[in-house]
């Protein structure tokens, strides 16, 4: 049934979904005594523009991002854990000690 809260002005519980704050901005009251108060409760619409999303087709690939893949591509070297088999790589010139995964020492470049 969810959360009772007892209603400001006439003292009666209520589900929380039916409570509204009063003018003052303090005090929970529920919607029948909203209503008597300021007239039926209407939800405040949006004043902001309505957003639109436009889905473009995917465009062709740069060259600019094909050199920078190729480029991070050749930068990096492919290691294998022989214990546990984990494949990963690391940039080349950087010390590979053990496996990310098992801490094993057992590794192998491919």
């Known amino acids: 049934m969810g959360v009772l809260i007892m209603c400001r002005v006439c003292k009666t519980k209520v589900p929380m979904d039916n409570m509204r704050y009063d003018d003052n901005g303090e005090d929970l009251i529920c919607n029948d005594c909203y209503n008597k108060r300021h007239g039926t409760y209407v939800a405040p619409k949006s004043t902001a523009p309505e957003k639109r ?3 473009n087709k995917p ?3 740069t060259r600019h991002e094909d050199d920078f ?3 991070q591509n050749e ?3 492919t290691f294998v854990c022989e214990k546990c088999k984990f494949k990963f790589s690391r940039k080349s010139g950087f010390p590979v000690n053990q496996c990310p995964y098992c801490s094993s020492t ?3 470049e491919v």
């Open 75 to 77: 930068d990096k070297v």
């Open 59 to 61: 465009t062709e690939r």
């Open 53 to 55: 999303v436009v889905l």
């Open 69 to 71: 893949e190729k480029k």
């Open 106 to 108: 057992y590794i192998k």
